[in-house]
């Protein structure tokens, strides 16, 4: 997998947490929370895609960097933030900056985890497997 793929993972997941939810008020859960409590057929069906695509990127991501390294990629996700903000290169005004920032932080969090099993094999040679038990 070369940088297409890398790009290409990075914006699926971008994309899967920007149809969940952004703070443009053009989501699923903006779609969602304008009739609820009543759900439409096709909001049930697009709602239970999402959970699916949530629950594969979610569990690569976690077998992919597990806990430790979400962390590691949230925290140096919000360093890059802080610094951003200490130069004066982001503005943090009003709440919709924090929603937007964590929109995108979680949909590169998703995206990374699910290509770094392919990026830790270029770099170290070693590939990663999951564990199978027999028979």
Do not use: K
């Amino acid at each position: 997998m070369g940088a297409r793929g890398v790009v290409a993972r990075i914006l699926a997941a971008q994309l899967l947490v920007l149809a969940t939810f952004n703070p443009s008020g053009y989501s699923y859960g903006h779609w969602l929370a304008q009739g609820f409590p009543h759900v439409s057929a096709a909001q049930a069906v697009l709602g239970l895609l999402l959970v699916i695509c949530w629950v594969v990127y979610v569990t690569a991501t976690l077998r992919s960097l597990g806990l430790l390294g979400v962390s590691l990629l949230a925290a140096l996700i919000a360093a890059l933030v802080w610094l951003a903000v200490q130069n004066g290169w982001l503005h943090l005004d009003g709440g919709s900056a924090l929603a937007w920032i964590a929109v995108v932080a979680t949909g590169l969090i998703l995206g990374v985890g699910m290509c770094w099993s392919f990026v830790r094999r270029r770099l170290s040679g070693q590939a990663d497997v999951d564990e199978v038990h027999g028979h």
